[in-house]
Nanobody, 114 residues
Framework: QVRLVESGGGLVQPGGSLRLSCAVS????????MDWYRQAPGKQRELVAI???????NYADSVKGRFTISRDNVKKMGYLQMNSLKPEDTAVYYC????????WGQGTQVTVSS
C-alpha cells in the first residue's frame, strides 16, 4: 500500500521558516516526480513546487526565491524548505508522488500569523 505522510507544519510568524517533510512508503521513489501543493481556505489547490527524478526543480512564481524543494531517494523522503514566510502562505500543504497513478499525502497545516 502506497503511503505519503507529511510532517513539519505549524504556526510561524511572518518572516519565519518551516521545513516540511514527506515520507513515502509502499512504492519505489527515485524514478518519480514529486510535487508539493497547497490549499488555502476557500481556494483551489495550487501547485507550489516540483522536483523530477533527476533533481530538476520548478516553482510557482509566488514562492520563487523563498521555497526550496528537495528529495532524498535513499530515505524516500521529500522536503519543502520554506523561508521568509508570509501570511498568504497559510494553507494545508500536500505532497504528491506521480507514479502511474498519483498518490497524495493527508496534508499538513501551515499557519503564518503574528
Amino acid at each position: 500500500q502506497v503511503r505519503l505522510v507529511e510532517s513539519g507544519g505549524g504556526l510561524v510568524q511572518p518572516g519565519g521558516s518551516l521545513r516540511l517533510s514527506c515520507a513515502v512508503s509502499g512504492t519505489s521513489f527515485s524514478t518519480y516526480t514529486m510535487d508539493w501543493y497547497r490549499q488555502a481556505p476557500g481556494k483551489q489547490r495550487e501547485l507550489v513546487a516540483i522536483i523530477t527524478s533527476g533533481g530538476i526543480t520548478n516553482y510557482a512564481d509566488s514562492v520563487k526565491g523563498r521555497f526550496t524543494i528537495s528529495r532524498d531517494n535513499v530515505k524516500k523522503m521529500g522536503y519543502l524548505q520554506m523561508n521568509s514566510l508570509k501570511p498568504e502562505d497559510t494553507a494545508v500543504y500536500y505532497c504528491k508522488l506521480n507514479t502511474v497513478l498519483p498518490f497524495w499525502g493527508q496534508g499538513t497545516q501551515v499557519t503564518v500569523s503574528s
